[in-house]
């Protein structure tokens, strides 16, 4: 069993959907919880961060963590044709490690 | 502020030949790491550095991959002989240590060998 698990989609949605994007875990010692942006040919850029359960909101987006479950989300309001990339979830253990899940492909049709 | 700097951006090599990254992290971060992506994959870990020392490098496959973070700051990442299935992205990131949980991420280098 992988340490982060994440649904590779694809996923495809029209403009202006609400886009909810999820990943689990196992290790209970992951402490800081990650959603990264990946557009074709370039690295990864951090979206949003979180250390701890809740919800945590930037603009568009609303990063979920629940700690009981092992569960995280990132919601997109309002979702547009430039939010088109893959999605990666990370989470980070207590030695400094980072586990990557294997990213959520989404398209946004105008 | 500049973020994390990999050269080159791409890179065609032949088989057994050599070739070698470079990176250049975000000024301050103590910790540096390298990570091979392929494709439809998440980012896998070839070696961490705390500051100068590299304290996980369980993963790099040490007959042909070499890494080395020379004071502390920029790394490189040296393959030799590349084989077929080296094709990948390499990504390198940074972030400030134990009490960040921010990691940082280049724009990679996109190798592929014939």
């Known amino acids: 069993q992988k340490e982060v698990e994440q649904d590779p989609g694809p996923l495809s949605v029209p403009e202006g959907a609400i886009v909810s994007l999820n990943c689990t875990y196992s290790?209970?010692?992951?402490?800081?919880f990650m959603w990264y942006r990946q557009y074709s040919r370039k690295g990864p850029e951090l979206l949003m961060y979180?250390?701890?359960?809740g919800n945590k909101e930037d603009g568009r987006f609303t990063a979920q963590v629940d700690k009981s479950s092992k569960y995280i989300s990132l919601f997109i309001r309002d979702s547009q044709p430039s939010d088109s990339a893959t999605y990666l979830c990370?989470?980070?253990?207590?030695?400094?490690?980072?586990?990557f899940g294997t990213g959520t492909s989404l398209t946004v049709i105008p | 502020e500049a973020g994390v700097v990999q050269s080159p951006r791409y890179k065609i090599i032949e088989k057994k030949q050599p070739v070698a990254f470079w990176c250049n992290p975000i000024s301050g971060h103590n910790t540096l790491y390298w990570y091979r992506q392929n494709l439809g994959q998440g980012p896998e870990l070839l070696i961490r550095y705390e500051n100068e020392e590299a304290v996980d490098d369980s993963q790099l496959p040490k007959d042909r991959f070499s890494a080395e973070r020379l004071k502390g700051v920029d790394s490189t990442l040296k393959i030799q002989p590349a084989e077929l299935g080296d094709s990948a992205v390499y990504l390198c990131?940074?972030?400030?240590?134990?009490?960040?949980?921010?990691?940082?991420f280049g724009e990679g280098s996109r190798l592929t060998v014939l």
């Open positions: 290790n209970s010692a992951f402490q800081y």
């Open positions: 979180t250390y701890s359960s």
């Open positions: 990131a940074s972030s400030l240590g134990w009490s960040s949980g921010e990691l940082f």
């Open positions: 990370a989470m980070r253990d207590t030695g400094n490690q980072f586990y």
